[in-house]
């Protein structure tokens, strides 16, 4: 509901990220990521790059789990080539810690069409947690994979896991086309 001018507003927040209690910090972020204000900013007469300031954040292990997913869905909203590497090796953790930041860097893998992308998130399909099967799935039909011959591999594979999920991905798009 803010009438001003979004752009000032981020540019005077953003500095505090990081000084903020965990869920302010987030939602700072999520509105910054809404606000749809740009890769730069300005203070005064200096500019600042928001892309790699929150490719900062997002790389730093000692902020909030939260503000770091935050980061993830930042990058969703507003793609950067050197944010892919970093999106591929947080969708291809494993750890049972870790499924938070591989489910939502699966999804957030969407945006960044490629092959590079697409083998990343086949190899999510094998991972023992649903959610992130789920995403990769979801961003494999998103970037208009088909079945029959970019997923043949899988659907033809041993994987029950990942043919399953890619099979179910399909079945549910195929299900809204028909209502």
Known sequence: LFS???EHLVNSIQDYIPSLTSPLATALVNF?????VG????KGNTSFDRF????DLLTNESCNKELRLACIRYFMSN????????LQSFALRDGAEEWEFAAVAAIALAAYP???TEDTLKQCLSSRVWFVR????????ALGLSLETD????VQGSDDYARDMVNYRWQLESDKKDQ
């Open 4 to 6: 001003g001018s979004k």
């Open 32 to 36: 910054i990521r809404l606000a749809q």
């Open 39 to 42: 890769r730069y900013g300005k």
């Open 52 to 55: 790699t300031y929150f490719l």
């Open 79 to 86: 793609p950067w080539d050197k944010a892919l590497p970093v």
């Open 114 to 116: 490629g092959k590079r």
């Open 134 to 141: 789920y995403n990769a799935a979801k961003s494999l039909y």
């Open 151 to 154: 997923l043949s591999e899988i």
